[in-house]
């Protein structure tokens, strides 16, 4: 009974998180019920249009209108048309498929074998995932017609079909978007962001004024923390903005998130607030004004300096990082006005094709990933091919659609797909079957339970990354039930072998993925934030390269790669949460202290950006030879600082940047850069250069210091 009693907090303790999870996760938020209204139109309009002119796999057609939907009316269109290129080609493979290897059955397993290789070899060596997937995607669901009893040029009818209405699904979800961006007048990301401001704006003022915060005020700041930044990162992903300004307005968002984060906390620290707190307060206050004024006006804030920045005060304990955070935010958005490419007639996708082919399409990853993948689908395709049972044939489906490069990414998708397949299956598709289909003998009334359907999934798949693909596999579960023919299913059999088509594609994939050259996501992570530091540490070297148009090239290739990795870090430490076993507690450790570095890091590599200008020396921004080298030195030792942090955390080395002598000569060096500038250059432009240096400075010392004192407290 003791055992018992000890053992209730613990499930109580997980039900009420669970519970505060799904308030998290399922709760308004700004744009929410726009976007979902866009996706159930969307889908609905192509469930119409299938179910009256009996298209064919109309039911796949619905179910990418939950994947397409995007936040802007550019980024839709970019989806589509790299899906509708990926469709392309995969129909191109089946058709030669059919065309040459349909006669002899060896040639024809060989060929889709290397069709399942080739499409999970391209989902992780080419970086736009929409078109690679696709392609694996149509050789998936079409994979059962090879080996049917029916005429070749049925075969290939049908994949044309297949080929055709999906495509049209999604130039109908783009008209959709079309229509609705004439009635859309608001930037979600910047409203996101100001919304920030503003929360942290009022309760600021009340604490200058030494008044008690409203209620209302906290509970806001509450649910923004709670809530976090990752709707504002997917807005921002999705935005199909220029690489630079998304760049910049990553860290941004970043830098908004820890600004909310600690002024959710500042009425825990209960006294009298100084009259010399009020005047920072103030001036806090003031800087925030002028930045939500500058995102939402499209302008560049002012920069200022104050002399007691980062101070610590007697009654606002938080107070120094307040200011700090803020100052961020400015330098940030200040260094935006010169970060344009500094050449915009170069031919920069050259370069970056280049380096990306001889680099990345040949790493012995990518082949350990397609030979996990295609070994996984395979073994669907073997099984029920041996079970004579092709209706489970959502098993290879399942493979593609949640393979992932590790454990943790890959288990993630795999557990919500399986709850959203069991959910919809049983729940939506059997219960809807059961209870409701015999009581509808129109296509109108089946209308109004697909729209209440697809509201509901929609409404999960626009949750953060932890729960959306919940949502998604809720739809994809009821349309593959109700949808994929033109009649009412008066059989459960059907619901039977999708879900357990599903239960087998994620045995595969547990038994190959997490067996087979596996890499658990704490180790990736730290793997790649050291990465990260690293690759910062070059970009501070600047270019190698004397001719103008080679560095530009080279520069806009590694911050590229720079910023991809931000996202992979960022990715890692939410699969993460899906990982279990003896490291646990020392992971979740460090993803804790990952994600209190990646902000920062993050406008450490921004002001690098805008830095990098004064390395390349466009026209405009030529420096005197003395500045360069004083520079070119300062840059030098703020690299090889970058390198020992990574050096530290990979090796757990305690002594690597606490002593004197880095700081010391940073210090020196800057003193040096600083006095030369002062001499060399116009008080403008010395001022320009010399602001983004201090907040560079300030920012590297900064977190070598705290990266020294997390990893000397953990040896």
């Known amino acids: 009974m003791a055992s018992i009693a000890q053992a209730l907090p613990s499930l109580n303790t997980r039900v009420t998180w669970f519970w505060d999870f799904l308030k998290e996760e399922l709760a308004p938020y700004r744009g929410r019920a726009a976007l979902v209204t866009r996706i159930v139109v969307a889908s609905t309009l192509i469930m119409v249009i299938s179910m009256t002119f009996r298209l064919p796999y109309g039911a796949y057609g619905a179910i990418f209108a939950l994947t397409l939907s995007r936040e802007s009316l550019e980024a839709t269109a970019s989806a589509v048309r790299m899906i509708v290129i990926g469709f392309l080609l995969g129909g191109a493979y089946v058709v030669l498929g059919l065309m040459v290897a349909l006669a002899d059955p060896i040639l024809r397993f060989g060929w889709i074998t290397g069709g399942f290789f080739v499409g999970f070899w391209a989902m992780?060596?080419?970086?736009?995932?929409?078109?690679?997937?696709?392609?694996?995607?149509?050789?998936?669901?079409?994979?059962?017609?090879?080996?049917?009893?029916?005429p070749s040029a049925l075969k290939v009818e049908n994949t044309l079909w297949a080929l055709g209405v999906i495509s049209l699904a999604s130039i109908i979800t783009?008209?959709?978007?079309?229509?609705?961006?004439?009635?859309?007048g608001s930037n979600d990301l910047i409203d996101g962001i100001t919304e920030r401001l503003t929360s942290v704006e009022e309760l600021l003022t009340h604490c200058g004024t030494g008044e008690a915060a409203d209620a209302a005020i906290q509970t806001t700041l509450a649910r923004l923390a709670m809530t976090g930044t990752s709707q504002m990162r997917l807005v921002l992903r999705r935005?199909?903005?220029?690489?630079?300004?998304?760049?910049?307005?990553?860290?941004?968002?970043?830098?908004?998130?820890?600004?909310?984060?600690?002024?959710?906390?500042?009425?825990?620290?209960?006294?009298?607030?100084?009259?010399?707190?009020?005047?920072r307060i103030g001036s806090v206050v003031s800087r925030i004004r002028e930045i939500r004024d500058a995102l939402t006006g499209g302008s560049v804030p002012p920069l200022h300096e104050s002399a007691g920045e980062g101070e610590i005060s007697s009654s606002l304990p938080l107070l120094g990082e307040l200011e700090q955070t803020v100052s961020l935010i400015l330098q940030t958005l200040a260094g935006s006005k010169s970060l344009p490419v500094f050449a915009p007639s170069l031919d920069l996708g050259a370069g970056m094709a280049r380096n990306y082919i001889s680099g990345k399409l040949l790493d012995p990853q990518h082949i350990r990933f397609a030979l996990r993948g295609c070994f996984a689908a395979t073994s669907c395709y073997v099984i029920f091919n041996a079970l004579f049972w092709p209706e489970i044939s959502t098993a290879v489906t399942t493979c593609f659609v949640t393979a992932l490069t590790t454990i943790g990414a890959s288990r993630q998708k795999q557990v919500l797909r399986f709850a959203g397949a069991i959910v919809g299956g049983f729940g939506l598709g059997i219960g809807s079957q059961i209870f409701i289909l015999p009581y509808i003998d129109s296509i109108a009334g089946f209308t109004v339970l697909y729209i209440v359907a697809i509201t509901v999934a929609a409404w999960f798949a626009t949750s953060s990354p932890r729960l959306s693909?919940?949502?998604?596999?809720?739809?994809?579960?009821?349309?593959?039930?109700?949808?994929?023919?033109?009649?009412?299913?008066?059989?459960?059999?059907?619901?039977?072998?999708?879900?357990?088509?599903?239960?087998?594609?994620?045995?595969?994939?547990?038994?190959?993925?997490?067996?087979?050259?596996?890499?658990p996501s704490g180790l990736e992570?730290?793997?790649?934030?050291?990465?990260?530091?690293?690759?910062?540490?070059?970009?501070?070297?600047?270019?190698?390269?004397?001719?103008?148009?080679?560095?530009?090239?080279?520069?806009?290739?590694?911050?590229?790669?720079?910023?991809?990795?931000?996202?992979?870090?960022?990715?890692?430490?939410?699969?993460?949460?899906?990982?279990?076993?003896?490291?646990?507690?020392?992971?979740?450790?460090?993803?804790?202290?990952?994600?209190?570095?990646?902000?920062?890091?993050?406008?450490?590599?921004?002001?690098?950006?805008?830095?990098?200008?004064?390395?390349?020396?466009?026209?405009?921004?030529?420096?005197?030879?003395a500045v360069c080298l004083r520079q070119e030195a300062y840059d030098d030792v703020s690299a090889r600082m970058l390198e020992e942090m990574a050096e530290r955390i990979e090796n757990q080395i305690p002594g690597i940047g606490t002593g004197a002598e880095p700081r010391d000569e940073l210090t020196r060096r800057l003193h040096e850069t600083e006095a030369e500038a002062s001499r060399e250059l116009p008080r403008p432009q010395a001022q320009s250069f010399l602001t983004l240096l201090h907040g560079i400075d300030a920012l590297t010392n900064s977190l070598a210091a705290e990266i020294a004192t997390e990893v000397s407290r953990c040896v």
């Not at 060596?125 to 090879?146: D, E, K, M, P, Q």
């Not at 300004?245 to 600004?259: K, P, Q």
């Not at 949502?471 to 949808?483: E, K, N, T």
């Not at 088509?501 to 596996?518: A, E, T």
């Open 239 to 279: 935005s199909g903005l220029d690489p630079q300004y998304a760049t910049e307005m990553g860290a941004v968002v970043g830098l908004a998130g820890r600004l909310v984060d600690l002024a959710a906390n500042l009425p825990y620290f209960s006294g009298r607030v100084s009259e010399s707190d009020r005047e």
């Open 525 to 625: 992570m730290k793997r790649t934030f050291i990465s990260v530091l690293r690759l910062l540490g070059r970009l501070a070297r600047g270019p190698v390269s004397n001719d103008l148009r080679k560095a530009i090239e080279d520069s806009y290739v590694l911050r590229e790669e720079i910023n991809a990795k931000f996202d992979r870090v960022r990715s890692l430490a939410d699969s993460l949460l899906f990982e279990f076993g003896p490291s646990r507690t020392s992971d979740l450790e460090l993803r804790a202290r990952i994600r209190r570095w990646q902000p920062q890091l993050r406008a450490l590599f921004v002001m690098r950006i805008a830095f990098l200008k004064y390395r390349l020396q466009p026209p405009g921004f030529e420096l005197p030879d």
């Open 469 to 519: 693909y919940f949502g998604v596999q809720l739809a994809v579960a009821f349309c593959l039930i109700d949808l994929l023919e033109f009649k009412f299913q008066t059989s459960l059999t059907v619901a039977r072998d999708r879900v357990v088509g599903v239960l087998l594609g994620l045995l595969m994939m547990w038994l190959f993925f997490d067996h087979l050259w596996s890499m």
């Open 124 to 150: 992780s060596a080419v970086s736009n995932y929409a078109a690679s997937a696709r392609f694996g995607y149509l050789i998936a669901i079409t994979v059962t017609l090879w080996d049917r009893h029916i």
């Open 174 to 184: 783009l008209l959709v978007e079309i229509v609705f961006s004439a009635f859309r």
